[in-house]
């Protein structure tokens, strides 16, 4: 799988959209991009991923450069519950059983 | 649908002895996974089953052992607990497929040993 770097922690304003970003310049073609987040004490929940295409959900949106080499999830307007360390990370998707491998991700801080 | 439970919450054991952690899904998800996260880390996967009867190692599986009961459960097991193994152990199932590689997680069970 493909390494990710992401920044260690980010700070954004409750009401203000979060901009996280995830660099993976060694990505292979069938390699998705996936993020999730981890908001303290609980297990991790999964937010969003995309091949590609830029895609959205009802929680965030995820832009994909054209070279794929990046990628920034978009949370568009924070709340103090976001506040999470939010990981970033490549694989493909098989039929089998896969492992995720999880970085130290970025810690985003919203605040009032 | 309760998703992905685990038991127990919260757990301190002395060096040597042994419990097992309980894992259980009711999305009917093949997959099933056992990691653990130290403090100020990211997840470190110690063993995952890829269906009912099939169980393989991770990263991490020295001093575990798994038992995949039936297609819901997926167990842990420590025989002679270290503090080495203090940790906070997530159980995940998963939806996988072509275009999808999604885990859902439980909440956690945290274990301490003196």
């Known amino acids: 799988d493909a390494k990710t770097t992401q920044p260690t922690s980010m700070d954004c304003a409750e009401g203000r959209a979060a901009n996280l970003p995830c660099n993976h310049s060694t990505i292979s073609g069938n390699e998705y991009v996936y993020w999730y987040r981890q908001i303290h004490s609980q297990g991790p929940q999964y937010i969003i991923h995309?091949?590609?295409n830029n895609e959205t959900n009802e929680m965030a949106s995820l832009i994909i450069t054209e070279d794929r080499k990046s990628s920034t999830l978009i949370l568009p307007h924070a709340t103090l519950r976001d506040t999470a360390v939010y990981y970033c990370?490549?694989?493909?998707?098989?039929?089998?059983?896969?492992?995720?491998?999880f970085g130290t991700g970025t810690r985003l801080q919203v605040t009032l | 649908n309760a998703g992905v439970t685990q038991t127990p919450k919260f757990q301190v054991l002395k060096t040597g002895q042994s419990m097992t952690l309980q894992c259980a899904q009711d999305?009917?998800?093949?997959?099933m996974y056992w990691y653990r996260q130290d403090p100020g880390m990211g997840l470190r996967l110690i063993y995952y089953?890829?269906?009912?009867?099939?169980?393989d190692k991770g990263e991490v599986p020295n001093g575990y052992n798994v038992s995949r009961l039936n297609k819901r459960e997926f167990s842990l097991r420590l025989e002679s607990a270290a503090p080495s193994q203090t940790s906070v152990y997530f159980c995940?199932?998963?939806?996988?497929?072509?275009?999808?590689?999604?885990?859902?997680f439980g909440p956690g069970t945290r274990l301490t040993v003196l």
């Open positions: 995940a199932s998963r939806v996988g497929g072509r275009d999808t590689d999604t885990q859902y």
């Open positions: 089953s890829a269906s009912e009867g099939t169980t």
């Open positions: 999305m009917n998800h093949n997959s």
């Open positions: 990370i490549v694989r493909v998707a098989t039929g089998t059983a896969s492992k995720l491998t």
């Open positions: 995309g091949l590609k």
